[in-house]
């Protein structure tokens, strides 16, 4: 069983996931109106809700006490379980990544969709998770599917890369966009889901940062905190490196110390650390450190941006070769 944060603390209903909201409010309408599409893809990054709304989703789908008027799903019957456990009459749940899934598709799937939904669901679905790790028989399997899906049956699929999807698919299917989360969606959602949380504001607000929009990333660092929020926790799980040890490296690069910051350097090398974070610390140290008598930092500022696109080695040697004497 998977016990991690991201996953024990999974939103349930349209009204807990977090951002999206422009998708979220047309995916509620639709589903009052009964109004679906054969085909959603839902594609973006990692972490950004596209698994979690594709459950909750294919929930208010097959939810069986559901009312009419409502839109979320109860969570507690026959078809909501059937989603939680991956498997059911009106519910099927496919890896994009598992294994001789073109004859799963032909085989099952063919037949799942084809007819109509049973024990008093409203529709039958089928969650395809990672869809741009199918492989090309899968692929053209499902497509050569669609012809025959039920008016009451639908397929959900999840990808981080939509273009790696046949443009056949895409052209029948419903497409929503995930954008990465804001910090403040983030920090919403946790506080909701753990009051006590922000009870460590700034601390929580450095690991959103570091988590660069997925929800499920800020999870996973909260996690290795292990309840230990303390600013050196903090530091090590973000992989930044302490401030000190920062401020010495461009203390070291500015005054022509070069061996003495590449140490610096492969100490954090040595650590483990997350070169492109402490990369993106180190330029933010140095915007704290301009001020109008030093406007050579502006300068240097300007130079090392240009290299914090996942390019640390390229910021390191730029950082090394700032000292003109």
């Known amino acids: 069983m998977n016990n991690s944060l991201a996953v024990t603390h999974r939103p349930t209903t349209f009204d807990t996931i977090a951002g999206q909201q422009h998708w979220i409010e047309a995916l509620k309408t639709r589903v009052l109106k009964n109004k679906l599409p054969p085909v959603f893809i839902l594609a973006g990054p990692s972490g950004t809700g596209k698994t979690t709304t594709g459950l909750v989703l294919a929930k208010s789908l097959v939810c069986l006490t559901r009312e009419d008027n409502k839109y979320n799903p109860c969570n507690n019957c026959a078809g909501c379980r059937s989603v939680d456990n991956s498997s059911g009459a009106n519910y099927m749940y496919l890896d994009g990544s598992g294994t001789d899934l073109a004859n799963t598709i032909r085989e099952n799937l063919r037949l799942m969709v084809s007819t109509a939904p049973v024990a008093g669901a409203r529709f039958k679905v089928c969650l ?54 804001t910090i403040e969606e983030q920090l919403n959602s946790i506080y909701t889901s753990n009051v006590l949380l922000s009870n460590y504001e700034e601390e929580m607000h450095q690991l959103a940062k570091a988590s660069k929009g997925s929800l499920r990333k800020l999870w996973a660092l909260v996690d290795r905190c292990d309840g230990d929020f303390s600013q050196s926790t903090i530091d090590l799980v973000i992989g930044k490196g302490s401030k000190q040890s920062r401020l010495d490296f461009i203390n070291y690069c500015l005054t022509g110390k070069p061996k003495m910051a590449s140490a610096v350097w492969e100490n954090w090398e040595a650590q483990g650390l997350n070169l492109d974070n402490v990369s993106q610390e180190i330029l933010e140290d140095m915007i704290e450190l301009a001020d109008e008598t030093k406007p050579q930092m502006f300068k240097y500022i300007r130079l090392l941006s240009a290299t914090l696109v996942n390019r640390p080695e390229l910021f390191k040697i730029m950082a090394l070769s700032l000292y003109n004497g």
């Open 128 to 181: 395809i998770d990672e869809f741009q790790a199918f492989s090309a028989a899968a692929k053209s399997t499902l497509l050569t599917l669609f012809e025959d899906v039920n008016t009451r049956s639908v397929i959900i699929c999840t990808t981080t890369d939509p273009e790696k999807i046949h443009e056949a698919l895409r052209d029948r299917s419903y497409e929503i966009s995930f954008r990465p989360l």
